[in-house]
């Protein structure tokens, strides 16, 4: 008599969408499966990679925390896995507080697969005082159901030893470990020349406030090849939109911005996976900018890259993995790439790399949690889905009046169009039953009839940007 074969545990990870969710550009930018940062993605899906073995099934549950979800999640799953970024920041504090709110209800184990704290250069966390008793309230639930808590750094570590924590654990961001125990990374060449290609990106803060938008003017000078790679959502409205709601996105010395020369010269891109991300930033020599997981997709493709540091958190983690990188605030606004390029030593990124794999690796087993590269394929069977999907391409600035650019935005605009006019429908018939029948027009503020909110919230995404493009030039 055989035993029986041991249930596959199931894992719940906090992720915007799987790896294996594929949606059209419009849909992911309806959608924001990246959670406002695509950058959340490179490490969600290292994540997912890493815990996939022969005994555990990985489950994304989006990005959203719904505290009332709990029971659910207890029935259904074995552990839920949270990777996040800098999460102990006053902006996050509600999410951090729902979240909370989440962990409290669960009775499965709890794990922090790496978090961060925000403050700047100087490692001052004054600004954090105020929603400490969340941070607190937070790391007590989490650790009331897991051995440990995983942070980013050395910065984070400090700050929440000052608590009184004591199970804190440096592992830095799952990102930087989606190929395993080893990293590869070479210069391509001596010195970069006028016909290098070069990957340059940058938060609209480190633009705006940190002098950014000149070393990137001047870049843009210099290298014909130089391209910008934007990692926001409302960046990616920009692009593929023309325009965002978001009054940040009127920033005109974003290269994202409609109105700047590599918008216009169609040097500027957007990802909305992981995978195309890397493996179009494979044919770069070079990659530089303030944004550490745009840097950290680059390095997975083998591209030498520099970190522009403007705040900890970036800080943090390159001084832990060994990443070049320079602070902004010290960095000339005239710097030219190749200086970057030629100062950059990943002597320390590639020669610590194993130690820092199997830290993270421990602290995943002493927590309960198996990984790909001691437990399953190396994640060759990960690797080999991933590769079979048909991934949207990268979302490019909209430059064009054709019909073949013009097409899928038409198609996923009359989708959403016919979504609406549904939903208006249900809502109309719910509402007559309580109060009798509704009018399909709605009275202006003026007395003019207005047309219905379907047509016009599908119109206010596409109508501007349409006729502008089909406007003639004057």
């Given amino acids: 008599m055989t035993d029986e074969p041991t249930r596959q545990r199931r894992i719940l990870l906090r992720s915007g969408k799987s790896p294996f969710d594929v949606a059209s550009l419009e849909q992911s930018l309806d959608r924001d499966v990246f959670a406002t940062n695509a950058g959340n993605l490179i ?22 925390t719904d505290p009332s979800a709990a029971a659910r999640i207890n029935e259904e799953f074995d552990v839920f896995v949270v990777p ?49 008793p969340t941070v607190r309230e937070f790391v007590t639930e989490v650790l009331n159901r897991s051995a440990s808590i995983g942070v980013r750094g050395e910065f984070t570590e400090q700050y929440l030893k000052n608590m009184g924590f004591r199970d804190v654990e440096v592992i830095g961001c799952p990102s930087m470990f989606m190929n395993g125990e080893t990293f590869q990374l070479e210069k391509k060449s001596e010195e970069l020349t006028v016909e290098s290609l070069i990957s340059v990106n940058g938060s609209h803060s480190a633009v705006r406030s940190h002098g950014l938008d000149a070393i990137i003017r001047q870049a843009h000078e210099r290298y014909p090849n130089l391209r910008f790679v934007g990692q926001n959502l409302l960046e990616a409205q920009l692009l593929h939109w023309r325009e965002t709601s978001n009054p940040i996105g009127a920033q005109t ?140 391409p990268a979302v490019r600035p909209w430059t064009e009046s054709d019909p073949d650019s013009l097409s899928s935005r038409f198609s996923w605009m009359q989708s959403r169009m016919a979504e609406l006019s549904a939903q208006n429908a249900q809502l109309r018939s719910q509402l007559e039953k309580k109060t009798g029948p509704v009018s399909i027009k709605v009275q202006a503020s003026d007395g003019a009839a207005a047309w219905p909110s379907a047509y016009r919230r599908a119109r206010r995404v596409v109508g501007r940007p349409v006729r502008r493009l089909l406007r003639p030039e004057r």
């Fill in 84 to 132: 996040l970024a800098n999460a102990f920041r006053p902006t996050f504090e509600r999410p951090l507080k729902r979240m909370t709110q989440l962990i409290k209800k669960l009775r499965i184990p709890v794990v922090v697969l790496g978090v961060g704290a925000q403050a700047d250069l100087k490692y001052d966390a004054a600004r954090l005082k105020p929603m400490e």
């Fill in 253 to 392: 010395s974003m290269p994202t911005h409609p109105s700047h020369p590599m918008y216009r010269e169609g040097k500027v891109r957007l990802y909305v996976d992981p995978l195309t991300w890397i493996e179009e930033l494979r044919a770069f020599d070079f990659s530089f900018g303030s944004r550490i997981h745009g840097n950290i997709a680059a390095l997975l493709a083998g591209v030498p890259s520099t970190v522009l540091c403007s705040d900890s958190r970036t800080l943090e983690l390159c001084r832990y993995f060994g990443i070049p990188h320079r602070k902004i605030s010290e960095t000339p606004s005239d710097i030219d790439p190749a200086e970057l390029y030629e100062a950059a030593d990943f002597g320390e990124l590639v020669n610590g790399h194993k130690e820092r794999f199997l830290r993270f690796t421990g602290f995943m087993e002493k927590n309960g949690l198996e990984n790909t590269f001691h437990h399953g394929d190396s994640g060759r069977a990960f690797d080999a889905q991933v590769s079979k999907l048909a991934l949207p």
């Fill in 43 to 64: 490490f969600s899906d290292a994540a997912h990679k890493l815990l996939t073995t022969p005994r555990a099934e990985v489950f994304s549950n989006g990005i959203r």
